[in-house]
């Protein structure tokens, strides 16, 4: 009796048309670069949103009877920040206490902006904290996410800009405009320069992989040694990334 399998997937793909060969690799590019697209933009606003919230927060806190009780409020975050950082060293001893999270990014912003307004608003010797704070956030957040913070810092301070020295003042908050693109480029470089690395490791861990399946199929000591020698320079060179 004749063997009558039906065809499998691989062969009636193998069947196609090069036309639609094409249209489907067209198709998983795209779904590809939409997918990717989608994380990024989710990604961005997650991270806007917990500056967004953050900065609210101290503006309702500054601008309300709260702005009484602003030391109190400061020492709670700060005491919840320290059992926070326990809490995460004691669950995960190998993790870094402070890893560059929504809810960590927060609550720094949170306290040390609380902080300049402890010590004076905008005439605060703790306003140089800000420039840290916009260009740590690059690192850690999308860098495009400096200008989410410098919007909300503008409105935060806005209230209080007549207090003292209304020029000394605008040019405090000129100094945030002005170093707000210098560190979003410092960001998107420090990007570049990780996916980078990322592509150099996941090249070379392939090249590595590759050597040790060619050297387990191969005879020839000449060959062996050759393929030895290209390891060792795909090891260098994810090393020296």
């Known amino acids: 009796m004749a063997n009558c ?4 997937a691989n062969s009636k793909l193998q069947n196609l048309p090069n036309t639609q060969y094409q249209i489907l690799d067209t198709l998983g590019t795209g779904y590809w670069i939409l997918n990717t697209i989608y994380l990024i933009t ?12 953050a900065l609210a927060i101290v503006l309702v806190i500054t601008n309300t009877p709260l702005d009484d009780y ?3 409020i400061l020492g709670i975050l700060i005491i919840f920040s320290i059992i926070y950082g326990i809490i995460k060293r004691r669950g995960k001893k190998d993790e870094e206490i402070f890893s560059g999270s929504a809810l960590e990014v927060s609550g720094v912003s949170m306290i040390l902006l609380l902080a300049i307004f402890l010590t004076g608003g905008l005439t605060s010797n703790l306003f140089f904290l800000l420039y840290f704070l916009m260009f740590g956030l690059v690192f850690l957040f ?5 200008f989410v913070l410098l ?5 935060v301070f806005f209230t209080s800009i007549s207090d003292g020295d209304l020029f000394s003042n605008l040019i405090r908050l000129g100094s945030l405009v002005f170093l707000s693109p210098i560190s979003y ?10 996916k ?3 592509e150099i490791n996941d090249k070379t861990g392939q090249i590595i992989e590759d050597a040790e399946t060619l050297k387990s199929h191969t005879k020839n000591s000449d060959a062996i040694d050759e393929i030895e020698d290209i390891e060792k ?3 260098e060179l994810r090393n020296k990334e």
């Open 42 to 53: 989710m990604k961005l606003f997650t991270q806007s949103l917990s500056i967004f919230l």
């Open 196 to 198: 980078l690395a990322d």
């Open 70 to 72: 602003i030391t109190v």
């Open 5 to 8: 399998q039906p065809p499998s």
């Open 142 to 146: 999308e860098p495009a996410t400096v």
């Open 233 to 235: 320079k795909a090891k």
């Open 151 to 155: 919007i909300g810092l503008l409105v």
């Open 185 to 194: 480029f410092f960001g998107r470089e420090f990007q570049r320069r990780e």
